[in-house]
């Protein structure tokens, strides 16, 4: 294959010995670097949202079972997710070190993966690596390490747990295809390569449905390293036994027949996966419920190429805004968007000008950002969505990996040359000079246009970052774990988390029993106390009371006399609606024991009472005039006080 730098820009041998050298490490470094970043962006995060539906259901049943694992979560199937989801919360409630070190790790996995198939695209056929082919390598890496694109379904958990395992197993598979392809592998490892990809395919698939998108990523970056390089395989010296063994005799095949003829077992792998997991997609899943729009879901892939696509090439948006309870929302200046247009027609300017065959490849590269947006966008279009959902830019991380594998393939394309060029390109040695001077110009030109990129980058993510931190999740929990701690020795009333922390959308998943069930230092959650607490908005402790919606008045006896010896009904004044109730009922007992309370049309509760004068506060379901009231304990005896029937709210609200 023609080299994409010609001979007389080249650097010495020497020097290109040392840069070669310096290429691995260069990359790891740049990984490494961009961990440090994502390390600081979970280390000031925190859970938010579905993170907090993932925790209850991991608190409410058990983690290894198919309600639990093979739940439809908005729409999508992914009992790989919520599997760690589920370790996670049993290993450590309510923790959120252990999330955000998966999260760390699932991102390190994903920039290797990243980083390996620029090598097998920008690999030559036979050949020593062309070495500043890897340099520009470097620079498609760091625009995945760092790009905006990125950032958002990497710091929110439940959103990472989907993309991070599909980025890596994208690009996995997508060197595995190409190496199968273009690198005629022995027998052995193409078997290694169908099993591995396999497998990779499956986990992505447990992980994120949209993993299904792998296998025509991977044929599509296949024919186009095809276009480029199609290598005979040179014949054997035994006679075949299977038929992988076999010569390949497919010259007369055009790219498509070559990629699907080489790699056919990694390909018919792949696709009997692909089938089998849409059957089982569409029988759990509940992805296409409700209404959509089809002028709405242009209106948002739209949205999210000039808004978040574009500008991102730059380094944007450097403003992030965040209307609680919803995510961060990026809003790129004009200018910054018309820059990243004139980027994108600067590069396709250049590499058609520069390279043969790229305009495939950009072509297929664009139709995947517009495409690939169009089942998430329609699946969220309806009347209650708002276009500035595109700008979250939580959908994108897979374009960004599929805009570097683009990058590679350009910078592996041929260039365009004649003989009059490559004739005066080594005329004489004036302009060998000349050439190897604006070589190391033009290369700190781009390393400069490169760093420009990577602070604008920087910059838009530690913007996101304080919009992400400015929220009320994170010390909500922290409080009310420490609240349930301190509150141990009583039974508590379950209550919904507030609304800015989750909707009531997500019931019965917003109740603080789902988010703290795991917990071992907290009280029992139940249908009786006899303290009236409460979390307030903030997460902290506070008394609660029960609000007037009907009343009893006192018994006819007294404390020494005890008028409740047996089944009674305490008369209300008013009826009661079929809801959840709560009854404050002040009491004299002769002795500790159990009563029976109920509602009409509601199951009664059981609840333990003390020797003397005490308060209790029982919730019951039903309806009626009266609280049908039982002493179980024989010879329990009790007087009772006036009380209240209505609802728990914070004490401070009636005054109290």
């Given at each position: 294959m023609p080299s994409a730098v010609t001979s007389s820009s080249a650097p010495a041998p020497a020097t290109t010995a040392r840069l070669?050298?310096?290429?691995?490490?260069?990359?790891?470094?740049?990984?490494?670097?961009?961990?440090?970043v994502r390390g600081w962006l979970v280390a000031t995060g925190n859970f938010y949202w579905d993170d907090l539906i993932l925790i209850g259901r991991a608190s409410t049943m058990p983690i290894l079972s198919w309600e639990f694992l093979g739940n439809s979560h908005d729409g999508h199937?992914?009992?790989?997710?919520?599997?760690?989801?589920?370790?996670?919360?049993?290993?450590?409630?309510?923790?959120?070190?252990?999330?955000?070190?998966?999260?760390?790790?699932?991102?390190?996995?994903?920039?290797?993966a990243v980083w390996r198939m620029i090598r097998v695209l920008l690999a030559p056929v036979g050949g020593p690596r062309d070495v500043a082919r890897d340099l520009a390598g470097l620079?498609?890496?760091?625009?995945?390490?760092?790009?905006?694109?990125?950032?958002?379904?990497?710091?929110?958990?439940?959103?990472?747990?989907?993309?991070?395992?599909?980025?890596?197993?994208?690009?996995?598979?997508?060197?595995?295809?190409?190496?199968?392809?273009?690198?005629?592998?022995?027998?052995?490892?193409?078997?290694l390569i169908v099993i591995r990809s396999a497998v990779i395919f499956v986990v992505a698939l447990a992980f994120f449905e949209k993993s299904l998108y792998i296998p025509p990523v991977a044929l599509v970056v296949a024919v186009l390293v095809t276009r480029f390089a199609s290598p005979t395989s040179p014949p054997p010296t035994s006679p075949p036994t299977t038929p992988d063994d076999e010569p390949d005799r497919d010259t007369h095949l055009g790219p498509l027949g070559i990629a699907v003829v080489r790699a056919r077992a990694l390909w018919a792998a792949l696709g009997a996966i692909f089938v089998a997991w849409v059957l089982l997609f569409f029988s759990v899943s509940d992805a296409t419920a409700g209404a959509h729009s089809l002028s709405q879901t242009a209106q948002l892939v739209w949205r999210s190429i000039n808004h978040a696509v574009v500008p991102s090439l730059v380094g944007g948006p450097w403003d992030w805004e965040r209307w609680i309870p919803s995510p961060p929302m990026g809003f790129s200046a004009v200018w910054m968007i018309v820059a990243g247009w004139v980027v994108v027609a600067?590069?396709?300017?250049?590499?058609?000008?520069t390279r043969r065959g790229v305009i495939a490849v950009l072509v297929c590269a664009a139709l995947y950002v517009a495409i690939a947006q169009v089942p998430v966008m329609w699946n969220r279009s309806s009347a209650n969505t708002a276009l500035e959902l595109a700008q979250t830019m939580r959908y994108l991380p897979d374009s960004a990996l599929v805009i570097v594998a683009a990058l590679a393939l350009v910078i592996a394309a041929p260039a365009r040359s004649t003989r009059r060029h490559r004739h005066e390109a080594t005329a004489t040695d004036r302009d060998r000079d000349r050439h190897s001077e604006r070589g190391p110009i033009l290369a700190v030109g781009v390393g400069v246009l490169a760093a420009l990129a990577v602070a604008s980058s920087l910059i838009s993510t530690a913007s996101y970052q304080s919009s992400w931190s400015d929220d009320p999740t994170g010390p909500y929990l922290a409080n009310a774990k420490k609240s349930l701690a301190a509150n141990r020795n009583h039974p508590m009333f379950d209550q919904a988390l507030p609304l800015e922390v989750l909707l009531p959308v997500a019931y019965p998943y917003n109740q603080i029993s789902a988010t703290f069930g795991r917990l071992t230092d907290r009280p029992?959650?139940?249908?009786?106390?006899?303290?009236?607490?409460?979390?307030?908005?903030?997460?902290?402790?506070?008394?609660?009371?029960?609000?007037?919606?009907?009343?009893?008045?006192?018994?006819?006896?007294?404390?020494?006399?005890?008028?409740?010896?047996?089944?009674?009904?305490?008369?209300?004044?008013?009826?009661?609606?079929?809801?959840?109730?709560?009854?404050?009922?002040?009491y004299c007992a002769n002795a500790a024991g159990t009563v029976e309370l109920s509602l009409q049309g509601g199951p009664a509760v059981r609840v333990p009472v003390q020797a003397g004068l005490h308060v209790v506060y029982v919730q019951l379901d039903g309806r009626g005039t009266a609280v049908a009231i039982t002493p179980i304990t024989p010879g329990l005896a009790l007087h009772t006080g006036d009380g209240r029937v209505g609802e728990v709210v914070d004490a401070r609200l009636l005054g109290q």
């Open positions: 070669a050298a310096l290429v691995m490490p260069a990359a790891f470094t740049l990984i490494i670097a961009q961990l440090v199937f992914m009992p790989a997710a919520f599997l760690v989801a589920g370790v996670s919360t049993v290993l450590a409630p309510v923790q959120w070190m252990a999330p955000a070190l998966t999260l760390v790790i699932f991102q390190a996995l994903a920039s290797l620079g498609a890496l760091v625009f995945y390490l760092f790009t905006p694109m990125t950032v958002p379904a990497f710091i929110w958990w439940s959103a990472g747990l989907n993309s991070l395992p599909f980025q890596a197993a994208m690009a996995w598979i997508i060197a595995d295809a190409v190496i199968a392809v273009r690198d005629d592998p022995t027998p052995r490892r193409r078997r600067a590069f396709v300017a250049w590499a058609v000008l029992d959650f139940g249908s009786w106390t006899d303290k009236l607490s409460v979390l307030d908005a903030a997460g902290n402790l506070t008394p609660g009371a029960v609000t007037p919606r009907r009343t009893f008045a006192a018994g006819s006896g007294t404390c020494a006399r005890p008028e409740l010896t047996g089944a009674d009904r305490l008369q209300l004044d008013g009826p009661l609606i079929q809801w959840r109730w709560t009854v404050a009922l002040g």
